[in-house]
């Protein structure tokens, strides 16, 4: 039995409850994936954000750019595929580990 699913259903939780009231920085994911998924190396780190992100989905929340302001420009919804690969890509061409200053994007619960 993976040790990690607890963890990992304990992480969405609270990423969708916290949803409930902002909205949720990749770079959050990706810390979350080090810190209490384990990821030894980026690529790992880059995996486990992805599989979180695609549970959020699962869950409702949709990624988008924030402009910082009080509004999440919720990116066109083509499936989760779509929006992991974009994400992937995206932090591929950054080289890095996303953050607050570049981001990629942030993640929202969008009024039905």
Do not use: H
Request: charged share 25%; proline share 7%.
């Amino acid at each position: 039995m993976n040790r990690l699913v607890p963890a990992v259903d304990e992480l969405i939780d609270g990423f969708v409850d916290e949803a409930g009231v902002d909205f949720i920085p990749l770079p959050l994911l990706a810390v979350a994936a080090w810190q209490s998924l384990g990821a030894r190396n980026s690529d790992e780190a880059r995996a486990k954000t992805l599989e979180l992100v695609c549970l959020l989905y699962e869950r409702g929340l949709r990624p988008g750019d924030y402009d910082l302001g009080t509004t999440l420009d919720y990116w066109p919804d083509r499936g989760c595929q779509a929006a992991l690969n974009r994400i992937e890509r995206e932090w591929l061409a950054a080289g890095q580990d996303p953050n607050l200053g570049e981001p990629i994007c942030w993640f929202g619960l969008p009024e039905k």
